[in-house]
């Protein structure tokens, strides 16, 4: 009886051990899935790093000079300056 007994016992520890590993907290399963995370917010972290550096650029332009006002003032409100013709092409 005993000598049936340990081995039992050997194989149900070693079933909760796979269980933990593969199932459990911290196992397999939750690694990837977290590593899938990362991988998502790593991509969201460099989209809005790219983002940021244009905005600063742009508040760059700003700051330095009026050419980068009277590009946008022309293209995005249509102004022109005195004495000028406004001459759209339609492509």
Do not use: H
């Not at 050419?67 to 022309?74: P, S």
């Amino acid at each position: 009886m005993r000598g049936r007994l340990v081995p039992i016992i050997l194989v149900l520890l070693l079933g909760v051990i796979q269980w933990q590993l593969w199932i459990g907290r911290g196992g397999v399963r939750e690694t990837v899935r977290l590593e899938d995370q990362l991988n998502s917010q790593k991509a969201a972290n460099l989209r809005a790093s790219q983002e940021n550096e244009r905005l600063t650029s742009e508040v760059s332009d700003l700051k330095e000079g009026m050419e980068m006002v009277e590009e946008r003032a022309r293209k995005e409100l249509g102004m022109v300056k005195p004495n000028e013709v406004f001459v759209q092409i339609a492509r």
